[in-house]
């Protein structure tokens, strides 16, 4: 087929304007995956517990409460909180052997309590305003935050199918969150820089340096 | 110095009683080290499981009862429980993610519960004839038999520093219980090679062999 030269003029034009659409749809999409305030949000307490999913769905499930969805956190609340009492128990028996039954149980029940523990960190983490809830359900209510943040570490022990990767974030985690309250800080990225140095600052807590 | 050809004779006669002396004294000192029935217990009970401790001192803690001995299983058996808790929930979430919290609740009361799975599993092994007590405790009592049991997976995670591992070897001894209970089996070997069998068998129960 002959093109006539005004044609030939009008492909490039095509060819510019096809390919602008795609690329619109592209960023569509892209505003599309990431334009929610949700998926947001999981991106950033990722980066705040220095732990990035395979499976997103996991942290998603972890950050639905069971008043929003029926897929949501309970089930990895449970397996959260058995990771959070291993950990915690393997890092003291690992540092004294002789530490006492009754020095073990207090040290598990302290950190696994729901009000002055396990919902203090999940505030540290800002977790009240990520999990969703049905308008009904009051996400600051302590069983709710400790919920999801439990639900954390049940799904990265899901995620890469080991109890001890989610320990290790948990310890690291838990460790920034005591650092946080010392120096009560609000700023995110400082909250991402204080688990960095709580990482160290876990092994020195649970872990075979020397304090 | 000149030797005399009586005394080349003498040489290799010594070299031949030195060497035979060492070989004795060697072979005493590994009839000390393994002719206590209690070290021959903790042997056999490595093969049982499948798992050698790299600290045997760990599993002679294990199998010590707070009757016997101040240095006993009584920390490594809380630790225990929490590692056997947690493997049998992720192994539950990670063959089906929407697992309800009462299902995940009832089946890991199940393994844990005392009597009917704890104890049983820990006779399976043989335990009560190995778990050291003092003369007036009976070592038979489910509370002395599950403890024990427990503690041996507490001290596999304290020996390799990983959840994960002890769990993997309850996973595999739990199984190897439930058909000991269906083959109603006495013989040592057997129960050994039944493990074998079971650590595949605990692949389809808990893991991803679809059966």
Same mark, same amino acid.
């Given at each position: 087929?002959?093109?006539?030269?005004?044609?030939?003029?009008?492909?490039?034009?095509?060819?510019?304007?096809?390919?602008?659409?795609?690329?619109?749809?592209?960023?569509?999409?892209?505003?599309?995956?990431?334009?929610?305030?949700?998926?947001?949000?999981?991106?950033?307490?990722?980066?705040?517990?220095?732990?990035?999913?395979?499976?997103?769905?996991?942290?998603?499930?972890?950050?639905?409460?069971?008043?929003?969805?029926?897929?949501?956190?309970?089930?990895?609340?449970?397996?959260?909180?058995?990771?959070?009492?291993?950990?915690?128990?393997?890092?003291?028996?690992?540092?004294?052997?002789?530490?006492?039954?009754? %020095?073990?149980?207090? /040290? *598990?029940?302290?950190?696994?309590?729901?009000?002055?523990?396990?919902? =203090? !960190?999940?505030?540290? #983490?800002?977790?009240?305003?990520?999990?969703?809830?049905?308008?009904?359900?009051?996400?600051?209510?302590?069983?709710?935050?400790?919920?999801?943040?439990?639900?954390?570490?049940?799904?990265?022990?899901?995620?890469?199918?080991?109890?001890?990767?989610?320990? %290790?974030?948990?310890? /690291? *985690?838990?460790?920034?969150?005591?650092?946080?309250?010392?120096?009560? =800080? !609000?700023?995110?990225? #400082?909250?991402?820089?204080?688990?960095?140095?709580?990482?160290?600052?876990?092994?020195?807590?649970?872990?075979?340096?020397?304090?």
């Amino acid at each position: 087929m002959k093109l006539r030269p005004f044609t030939l003029y009008l492909l490039p034009v095509l060819v510019i304007a096809i390919s602008s659409s795609f690329q619109v749809r592209a960023a569509n999409d892209q505003r599309f995956k990431t334009s929610s305030p949700f998926a947001t949000a999981l991106q950033t307490l990722q980066k705040q517990i220095g732990y990035t999913f395979k499976s997103i769905g996991l942290l998603r499930r972890a950050m639905t409460h069971s008043s929003f969805s029926e897929e949501s956190n309970r089930a990895l609340s449970i397996l959260g909180g058995y990771v959070i009492d291993t950990s915690v128990s393997l890092r003291l028996l690992n540092k004294d052997i002789d530490i006492s039954p009754k %020095d073990l149980n207090r /040290r *598990v029940s302290e950190t696994s309590n729901v009000e002055i523990s396990c919902a =203090v !960190d999940g505030m540290h #983490l800002g977790l009240q305003k990520v999990v969703r809830v049905s308008p009904k359900t009051n996400s600051t209510v302590p069983a709710v935050v400790c919920g999801a943040f439990r639900a954390i570490f049940g799904a990265i022990a899901v995620d890469t199918g080991k109890c001890d990767d989610a320990g %290790d974030v948990f310890l /690291r *985690v838990h460790s920034a969150g005591a650092l946080v309250v010392l120096l009560d =800080v !609000d700023d995110e990225n #400082l909250v991402i820089m204080l688990t960095l140095h709580a990482f160290f600052k876990s092994l020195m807590v649970y872990g075979s340096i020397e304090t």
